[in-house]
């Protein structure tokens, strides 16, 4: 199956996705990928794989990615190679991605759980990304303005639940629900249609 994120910058993502993958040795992530340069802190294959335009352009012409978002000038996206290649070995893959792209991933693969995670404001949105002190505060204006894009759209459709993230611990635990109670509606359908076949 395949559990898709989404939701605004600062609404803490990252955050629940590194503590359930750690968790969950079912799950695999894989990393989007992106034209800007790797910070610090980051290494290529881990946060993101990092691409040149031409790199880009070329999966995209092989048709090798999903979404295609153009952020601050630089592109974030995902390879279908990347994620066929991780749903082979892994029962759970475990992807980023914005609002278009959950309906692109939807649209392409039958078992999918779209989580949405939001902050409880929009002060607090900012407040996280001041705090992470990593963007230029130029760079900070633009995330809040797509920020206040991305939570002016209904996410459902196309996301299946929305987790507002007041607190890491407890969000975990709503998270890791959700994707129990997904599992277990996946073995029932199973059962249900082996029972029908036999």
Same mark, same amino acid.
Request: with cysteine; net charge neutral; glycine share 6%.
């Given at each position: 199956?395949?559990?898709?994120?989404?939701?605004?910058?600062?609404?803490?993502?990252?955050?629940?996705?590194?503590? %359930?993958? *750690?968790?969950?040795? /079912?799950?695999?992530? $894989?990393?989007?990928? #992106?034209?800007?340069?790797?910070? @610090?802190?980051?290494?290529?294959?881990?946060?993101?794989?990092?691409?040149?335009?031409?790199?880009?352009?070329?999966?995209?012409?092989?048709?090798?990615?999903?979404?295609?978002?153009?952020?601050?000038?630089?592109?974030?996206?995902?390879?279908?190679?990347? %994620?066929? *290649?991780?749903?082979? /070995?892994?029962?759970? $893959?475990?992807?980023? #991605?914005?609002?278009?792209?959950? @309906?692109?991933?939807?649209?392409?693969?039958?078992?999918?759980?779209?989580?949405?995670?939001?902050?409880?404001?929009?002060?607090?949105?900012?407040?996280?990304?001041?705090?992470?002190?990593?963007?230029?505060?130029?760079?900070?204006?633009?995330?809040?303005?797509?920020?206040?894009r991305i939570l002016a759209c209904p996410p459902?459709?196309?996301?299946?639940?929305?987790?507002?993230?007041?607190?890491?611990?407890?969000?975990?635990?709503?998270?890791?629900?959700?994707?129990?109670?997904?599992?277990?509606?996946?073995?029932?359908r199973a059962v249900n249609v082996h029972g029908?076949?036999?």
């Amino acid at each position: 199956m395949l559990l898709v994120v989404c939701g605004p910058s600062g609404a803490g993502k990252g955050a629940l996705t590194d503590l %359930i993958t *750690r968790q969950d040795r /079912r799950i695999t992530r $894989v990393p989007s990928c #992106t034209t800007r340069e790797p910070r @610090a802190d980051e290494t290529d294959g881990v946060d993101y794989h990092f691409l040149s335009e031409d790199q880009f352009r070329t999966f995209q012409a092989q048709g090798d990615t999903f979404g295609g978002t153009r952020k601050m000038g630089f592109v974030y996206s995902l390879r279908k190679s990347q %994620i066929l *290649r991780a749903m082979s /070995r892994s029962p759970i $893959v475990l992807v980023e #991605t914005d609002l278009p792209g959950v @309906a692109e991933l939807k649209t392409a693969f039958r078992d999918v759980l779209a989580v949405f995670i939001s902050a409880p404001s929009t002060d607090d949105l900012l407040d996280r990304l001041r705090k992470r002190n990593r963007d230029r505060p130029e760079e900070v204006a633009e995330r809040m303005a797509d920020s206040a894009r991305i939570l002016a759209c209904p996410p459902i459709p196309p996301c299946d639940k929305v987790i507002v993230n007041r607190e890491v611990g407890q969000s975990l635990i709503e998270f890791r629900s959700l994707l129990d109670d997904f599992c277990a509606s996946l073995v029932d359908r199973a059962v249900n249609v082996h029972g029908a076949g036999s």
